[in-house]
Structures are given as C-alpha cells and as structure tokens.
C-alpha cells in the first residue's frame, strides 16, 4: 500500500468483504425504507491516471506511463484498481509468451527477474480423430521460435511488482462496480462497490459507501467481455460489428519427469468436436520456479457453437482421454483448474477505442491473434500506445478534472505493428463459419497463409453474435460424455476446487437476471436449460418446485438456480446465454477464482 493512500480510510475498506450494488440496484432489489447512509456522499480521490484492471494491458500501460514520467521527472499520479484479491489471480492463459511487446516495456527483464524460464524448443500441429493422430504442416502462425512457456498468472504478478517499484500505486481487492460521468456525459472515473450489503440486500451494521475515484483519463484493462465495457460501448455506441468469442478451459499438470520434454508446444485439431464446431487444443510442456516438470494443456471452443447439447468442460475432458493425450499425463497430477472467455472476432470486431474522459486497452477492447493462439503481446501493446497518448497531453492531465479525448490513440494504434498483424490474419477465424466447417477454414487458410503470404484484398464480414447460433434442442442430436474416472477426468465440482474459488456468502448475487422468469419460461423449453451446461464452474442449475404459474399462463415445476459462490468470472454466461438475459457484474472486490501457475 502507498503512504498517500490513507490508512485510516483504505486499509478496512480493503479489509472488508468489499462492495456489492449501487445505491440505485438496491433500491430497486429491496422494499426497505431508504436507509439515510445510502443518501451519504461517497468519499473521493481524484487522480491523474485511472486504469481500471492490473492484467498485462493495465499494468503495461501504468508502467509505461510511469517510465516516461520519471524519465523526464514529471510528476504524474498512476492509480490501478484491480478486483482479484492479488494481482494475478484472475490471470490464466496457455501460455506461450511473444516476448515482443515485452522487449519494448522493459528491455532489461531477464536482469529483472522476469518468469520466463522455459524457451519454445519445438512445434508440432495434429488432426485427431477418434483413434489416432494425423501430424500436419505446422501453420506459419504457431511457429514458435523465440517465444517462451510460463504462466500468465505470475508474469502479471511479476508486472505488478515492476509497477510498484516505479512508483503506479496498485490496489488488488478492489471491484470497479459503477462508471462515474460528468454532467457533459464525459467519463468522470469510477465508484466502488458499497462495503457491508447483506445477501437479502440490507445493509449490515458494517456498512461503508463505495468510494469514487475520479480522473480526466480512465483506461478499461477489464479482460474479455468487461462489464464496464459492456456499458460503455451502449452508452458511446462504440461497436459496429459485433465482438465474437471462445472459452478457454485449462489444467496445470505435473507429469513423471521421462514423459517431459521443457519446451515443447504441441496443437490439435479435430476430435472430440464436430466439423462445424470451431475448437481446438494446446498442450504445453514447461518447469515453474521450483523446477517441476510441469504441463499446460486445454480446450478452446467458439461460442458459435450450435448444439444446445454440448459441454465446453465435457468436451475437455472427453478430449483428454484420447491415446495421444492421455499418454502424457497418466502418473501424473492435476494441480489446477481455470477457464475464461476470449475474443476471438479480430480487427473486424475493434470497436472504437476512445471516447470523452475514457479508452478500452487489452482484450476488453480484444486484440487477440487467434490464429497464433496468443493476445498477451498484443494487449501489452495497446496499453502502452494508451499510455504514449495520454503521455503526450501530460500537462492536460495533471491540471484538469475535464474528460480528456485520446484522439491520437486509434490512429496510432492502426499505424502500429499490433495493427498489421491483427489485419494480415483477419481472414482466417471466419473462414471457419462456412458450410465445409473445420475442412474448408483449414483448407482457406493454408492457402491465404503459405501461398497467398495474407497478402489479399478481400475481408470477409463478421458473423451474427454468438448467443443467436444455438439451436433449438428438437434440432440438435445428444452427446455422450464419459463419466469422470477421478484420475485423468474429473467431475466439474472437484475440478473447482483446484481454482481457489471463493466469494463471501453474505452478499447479492453478482450473476443478474433481467427477468426472472425468462430462463424458465424460455431457455428451459426451448434449448432444455443451456446455462448448466456451458458454464464450467457448475453456477446455474435446474432444480425441482411446487407448481408455478408464471406471468404468461405457463405452469413451471422448475425454477432457475444460482451458485454465485462457484463463479470464476469467465463472462460465458453473458455471452452465449440465448435469451441474453443475464448480466454478469462484479462481486466483492477480493472474490472469485485465485488461480495458481495458470
């Protein structure tokens, strides 16, 4: 904690089991009286940099601007809330890092004792079907030279640590829950959650308003599919097309030491999905601090995906039990479970990046380049072109409390080598969505890649948002998953407990249904209830009640479930719910998942 950050005010306020539910949701959730501590003014900070999220993107672009400023001996007054209770623990990817964007952050990391311990040594690239392995070209795209294995969640770690040391003032625990505006409609900064609300929505004697932290620049860093984002690209119409998603579901396992092989990077196409089920595999084998003979490995699905009956978990661990797969991890040990949404749409789907007091960097805005299967280096790169802008009306920044345009940081940001790499490869996710499904998206862009070199004029559209692509459960045929051995799979519920997840019981549920009725009434009849089975933490269910008429004449003997609790905060449910009837917010600051080596 900084010095400047008062004790008196923040050190309980971080303690506490912190901020749910703006004074507005609570009046509308509650039939109390209003409580005259909801009418309290909300203390304020006002700094000069608000970055709101401390992954690689946020963190880039405070040590970014950090650098600058003691560079030139500015003052200039960094601030990074984050809603992981440490810095990090929200973070899971593959990960194989492009240490690009890396290099020009800070040149020096190796002597800085960054966590890239595992150099890519070797690619390989196979179509699997049910009982073998085809090997294929390895694509120019997972030519991995140069790269380095780790785990996200400690590199981020790491990243925090560097952004201290310059002088950011980082605060984990902390949940953006509020964007904040100026009278003009600029963005003023944000409001915390409100310390000390009940589970039934009444405040306890514990009660704290949430505090407003103000600035003329906010940068979003919230991750794919940010619930701030969310309202901010309604509000400033910032999206032409529509953003487009996968879900990523991972293990970190610790294998016997003859079947490791540190460096080597292995993709795969094909079984257990079908062919117009975008989705694919990675497996990635590394040693942590301690040297353990450690694998990651995990299963990306689109949410394009059209039966109502497929598992994103289900298909992992079916995928798994494949002779090539298998044969890896038997004697050895799942350590960790993670999953987490990921964009996917490209260039096609940046949206405007930009707007009055405000600008969206990292995979909130989404800079993912799928065909590499990495957006680290890209979201890095965009919070310090962020940063670059912002540095170059510094003296705006210090002296005004007005909402500030980053006008030149799109523009920069298109002239850049982010910009050209995302663009070479814009061809390549939707050449998937055609009729030949995986055959044709393989075909197309072995052929744009190796003998067209992305060299052509042509860009193909963006599909319709996922959520619209599943199919009624009459039209879709059953899946069969195998049941978990505890060895090599795992029932969804023991693999939550290798992700740390934890929420105080004691607070409004964060998952929010704009209509109560609407799961039941229609997700339930017509796609047979699809929640339970794309979230991959077991948060929605289905459970048996008395006879219920609801608002339309239909007699239910179901109601809809929520475990709040199990939430790792992946967005997969905002995203690919049918309906779009749920809004994911953020719970107490300090809840969720605290994933380890992911």
Known sequence: MHTRFSKMLYRPFAARARLFSSARRLLQATTQDVDPRLLEPRVEDRTDVLVVGAGPAGLSAAIRLKTLANKDGKELRVFVVEKGPEVGSHIVSGNVLEPRALNELLPDWKDRGAPLRTPATKDSFFWLNAKGAIP??????????????????????????????????????????????????????????????????????????????????????????????????????????????????????????????????????????????????????????????????????????????????????????????????????????????????????????????????????????????????????????????IYRCHEKVTTTDEPIMLD????????????????????????????????????????????????????????????????????????EYPKPDGKLTFALLDNLARSGTNHNDDQPAHLKPRNPETQVATNLKIWNGPEGRFCPAGVYEYVDCEPTTLSDGQVVTKRFQINAQNCIHCKTCDIKDPSQNIDWTVPEGGGGPKYQLT
């Open 136 to 389: 294929l070209p390895t694509p120019n795209t997972l030519n991995n030279h140069g790269n380095y294995i780790c785990s996200l969640n400690e590199v981020t770690r790491w990243l925090g640590e560097q952004a201290e040391e310059l002088g950011v003032e980082v605060y984990p625990g902390i949940s953006a829950a509020e964007v904040l505006y100026h009278g003009n409609g600029g963005v003023k900064g944000i409001a915390t959650n409100d310390v000390g609300v009940g589970k039934d929505g009444t405040l306890r004697d514990s009660f704290e308003r949430g505090m407003a932290i103000t600035s003329p620049i906010t940068l979003f860093a919230e991750g794919c599919h940010g619930s701030l984002t969310k309202k901010l690209a309604h509000k400033f119409q910032l999206r032409k097309n529509p953003q487009t998603y996968g879900i990523g579901l991972k293990e970190v396992w610790e294998i016997p030491e003859e079947k490791h092989h540190p460096g080597y990077i292995q993709h795969t196409v094909g079984w257990p999905t079908d062919r117009h089920t975008y989705a694919g595999s990675f497996l990635y084998h590394w040693n942590d601090g301690e040297g353990r003979p450690l694998v990651h490995l995990g299963y990306v699905i689109g949410l394009d995906y059209w039966n109502t009956n497929l598992s994103p978990y289900w298909e992992f661990q079916k995928w798994k039990t494949h002779p090539k797969i298998a044969s890896t991890l038997e004697g050895g040990t799942c350590i960790s479970y993670a999953a987490r949404a990921l964009n996917e749409g490209g260039v096609q789907s940046i949206p405007q990046l930009a707007f009055p007091g405000g600008a969206l960097i990292g995979c909130t805005a989404g800079f993912m380049n799928l065909p590499k299967v990495k957006g680290t280096h890209t979201a890095m790169k965009s919070g310090m072109l962020a940063a670059d802008a």
């Open 408 to 479: 030149d940081y799109q523009p920069s940001l298109e002239q850049s080598w982010l910009y050209k790499e995302l663009y070479a490869i814009r061809n390549i996710r939707p050449s998937f969505n055609t009729r030949l499904g995986l055959y044709g998206g393989i075909l197309y862009s072995g052929i744009e890649t190796i003998a067209l070199r992305n060299k052509v004029p042509w860009t193909f559209g963006t599909p319709k948002p996922d959520h619209e692509h599943l199919l009624p459960t009459s039209e879709c045929p059953d899946i």
